[in-house]
Nanobody, 121 residues
């Protein structure tokens, strides 16, 4: 059993920062990719940023220059530092991980429950 737990969401004024954290726990053997997605009301879930085990990153155009994804492989954690937040960044942010559990031979996709980020103008 695997759990991905997000923290750090909340309300912030436009231009402010927030830092999201994601902790993977349980029967985690190996994590390949960790990422952050978001979903605003009426919209589809979209990728914000992802990072591989070796540290290669990928960002949505909307996140480039403002958001930074990082991870701590030893702690099975990922972070999303969000700066210069805009009202259009308001969404539920989900942690995603492609990982292998003990006793398995496949990497599977896991999701956290999400954390709300609200940016007011």
């Amino acid at each position: 059993q695997v759990q991905l737990v997000e923290s750090g969401g909340g309300s912030v004024q436009a231009g402010g920062p927030l830092r999201l954290s994601c902790a993977a726990s349980g029967s985690v053997f190996s994590i390949n990719v960790m990422g952050w997605y978001r979903q605003a009301p009426g919209n589809e879930r979209e990728l914000v940023a992802s990072i591989t085990r070796s540290g290669s990153t990928n960002y949505a155009d909307s996140a480039k220059g403002r958001f930074t994804i990082s991870r701590d492989n030893a702690k099975n954690m990922a972070y999303l530092q969000m700066n210069s937040l805009k009202p259009e960044d308001t969404a539920v942010y989900y942690c995603n991980s492609v990982l292998m559990t003990y006793g398995s031979t496949r990497y599977l996709n896991y999701w956290g429950q999400g954390t709300q980020v609200t940016v007011s103008s």
